[in-house]
């Protein structure tokens, strides 16, 4: 028998009608012979209308109360699921994220996991109840207060829910079955991915793909857990996501996928003085306001004028954030002007195989360039090569990509390099 | 410096404007040097909206999971006062029944308050804040499931956290401003009552006034807290619920009022063999349906026949249930029929003077015959009388009863009696 964790998001359980369905989903599995824990969102768009309803109430509501306005959503949700599991005849006890013991810092709209000490949904499994939680919530070790994981939450409530009841898979349901080599949106031919390392995993989910917070995969990682990313509307098998390049009995990609990402912006800081400390002291800048950057190109100085421009991207919801805080320091550095570019897409290549083939960024850059697509800026890991172009080339880039690297399902696209070590 | 509990119901912050409307009082009595703690009610038609919900689900659902889907209404309000309360510059933080220590049994749906261990909301107080708790709602003190008070439950939360931190008074914030003679819908001459014992409110709530909940009377009496019953829409002085009848130094009115009730239904039981056993076998199955009885009639013996008739009243709700379960004892109890009537309506007359005024019972029934009311069922206690008749003559017997012991505004309505002990 063994101990699976499911994990259904806010589309999947959007109505009665689909928390009825899922419940079908979950006693099957219980029936199966499964331990079966289910990790769910709150329904739909209920957490937009709490938002909503916040705002009407205050301009700027304090995290505390906004994190037990939220918390709500999954109360709602996973006590009607229980409700329609019970209904089949199954016993099923809802708990939130409190009561299942996912203890969590105390930041208020992106708390982080601390531990998990899950003693209660332990002892509802041993007297044969299904078990439902809360995602996206927890509760602050030292204040006690209620708070929320932000983002994708819901993913790493599952991955960690599943670590720590030692889980041998924990299963993210989502509206498509699994990770494809790129958007089939925009690619028609993108191939399915049957499985897939945790660290390309890591790099999909960091360049754009939103099948998978990054959180959660880190999660899984360290705990070496396999996530499997299916589908709540069918019942083929997903994507499965284990294993690490770092392991030699692991068959690795050479190109996994084609990635990209419309929800960054770019700021440019013109004229910046070519001396030491300038760079610090923007960046220090942007880490205060706590916002995350993604790419930073630094150009060489201009000829004779001691000055550069520094640019780099971010998520376009905290621009104005930090535009406002680099407007403070303009005259303590001395930089000339402040940019701000919302029109820009980020294309990523990824693939494990990458390392040992360094023509691969080449090939990239050039088929990019072939497709008439000017790149503004590039940035390289070990196992991915990302640049940044005009938002409207954005899909005229993946496609020529996708292409050039064979990834389409027409001929056995994944070419699997023997890792060699 | 007092400390004051105040609680809104539901009609109170039924959108993001009374809610603002609400922070403001509320922050007037912080300003005015109180301490506050404040107990909400879900929002408007929220219970009704997951209630809803919960049934599109499932048709039976688990008591457990009921009670933790509707306090996700609580959660939402006081969430929302929380920040509306920010909004004006003071401090609040929200608590949940559980949070607030608010322990209980564990009958789910209509929990009873065991104890209050209210240890975070006084330090939340002493830090300045003001305090906002989730009414009608706790958590169960053996199994630490979430339960909810049925009925009138904030009222109850709000009156034992007021005892549990012995707060000066306990606020009740409704739609009208106080208790009335009768009920100016019905007597438009109803006169607005300034002050009433606990044991005359105990009668008028138990006798259909909705203004409070028997419980919260109960409670308020038990630890002699006052109780001031207002409307959240005026600043005018409500009702002072405080001082037992059975203490000689409160004046106490001859008649209080005059309290109606259409809730419920009868249920006749014909021909029910007149034999030691009978009525205990009948009352036993009704209170094994865990139904609550309120007026009993028996008739004496038709002669010769040996057999008798048993009428009594229940709340209409749980008239199907309670006739399912008088009928599977027909053959054991070989009763002849069994008749559900619920078109009839209850009419009661309160006062703790009656106790030493023998002739009030007398003078109540003739004023409802002369107004041409049959009377049905008739039941008393010291501080009350009720009679049962058809429902289509509810209102001509309050307001025949109310001009007959001149309880109209006209004059100086409510006599009080000196107690003499």
Known sequence: MALVVQKYGGSSVGDAERIKRVAERIVAARKAGDDVVVVVSAMGDT?????????????LPPGRELD????AGERISMALLAMAIHNLGYEARSFTGSQAGVLTTSTHGRARIIDVTPGRLRGAL????????????GVAQDTKDITTLGRGGSDTTAVALAAALEADVCEIYTDVDGVYTADPRIVPDARHIEQITYEEMLELA??????LHLRSVEYARRFNLPIHVRSSYSQKNGTMVKGSMEDPSVEQALIT??????????????????EPGAAGRIFETVAGAEINIDMIVQNVSTEGTGRTDIS??????????AMSALNKIQDAVKFKSLLFDDHVGKVSLIGAGMRSHPGVAAQFFACIGAAGVNIEMISTSEIRVSVVCRDTDLDTAVRAVHAEFELGGGEEAVVYAGTGR
Do not use: Y
Not at 206 to 211: D, R
């Open 47 to 59: 957490t937009d209308e709490l938002l909503d309803l916040a705002n009407q109430v205050s301009p």
């Open 126 to 137: 041993d007297e044969g109840a299904i078990v439902i939680v809360a995602g996206f919530q």
């Open 312 to 321: 780099f991207t971010l998520p376009k919801a905290d621009g104005p954030q």
């Open 257 to 274: 996928g084609v990635a990209h990402d419309r929800s960054e912006a770019k700021i440019t800081l013109v004229g910046v003085p070519d």
């Open 68 to 71: 037990m306005l939220l918390t």
């Open 206 to 211: 960091a360049c754009g793909a939103k099948i």
